[in-house]
């Protein structure tokens, strides 16, 4: 069972993902947002838009978890489940203020877990652990590798 520093420490991460992944998008000029360095290979602007457009995703987990006595979650990988340019197509801006509201919300809402219910496991598709409290700090893992991804290309010396 994750003990309350765990818990709080997840949460504040969860709650300062969308300002770092802001900041460093939109620091890159516009015209390198969506390049890719290699083909198949995620631009920023994919790394930024993934982020909000998997909240769907984790509010449903999170549903299932709490629904249901022996939850079975189903494994997430975009370049095998969406096509290929779909993020592309996403407008970065609109995508920008979704993630700041949803993940808001979405921190509101794991704010009033009990203890029991941070502690629910699932059976997960492709992880041997897996429950309500890993689900939430691999997201906050996650944010900071898109985040990191981002700074990658936005550091880049030439995009030949």
Do not use: C
Not at 34 to 59: D, M, Y
Not at 76 to 93: G, V
Not at 127 to 135: K, R
Request: proline share 8%.
């Amino acid at each position: 069972m994750p003990d309350a520093d765990q818990i709080q420490s997840t949460m504040e991460q969860l709650a300062r993902g969308p300002a770092i992944v802001r900041q460093l998008i939109y620091e890159m000029p516009p015209e390198l947002r969506k390049l890719r360095p290699a083909p198949r290979v995620w631009s920023a602007h994919e790394h930024a838009v993934h982020l909000p457009a998997i909240h769907p995703l984790i509010n449903r987990r999170l549903d299932t978890m709490l629904r249901e006595p022996s939850p079975y979650i189903k494994g997430y990988e975009p370049s095998r489940d969406e096509p290929d340019d779909a993020l592309l197509k996403l407008d970065l801006d609109a995508e920008m203020n979704r993630f700041d509201h949803d993940r808001a919300a979405l921190v509101e809402r794991i704010r009033k877990l009990t203890p029991q219910q941070w502690a629910i496991t699932a059976e997960h598709e492709e992880y041997a652990t897996y429950g309500v409290y890993i689900m939430f700090r691999h997201i906050a893992l996650h944010d900071i590798h898109h985040a990191y991804k981002i700074e990658d290309r936005l550091l880049r010396k030439s995009w030949d």
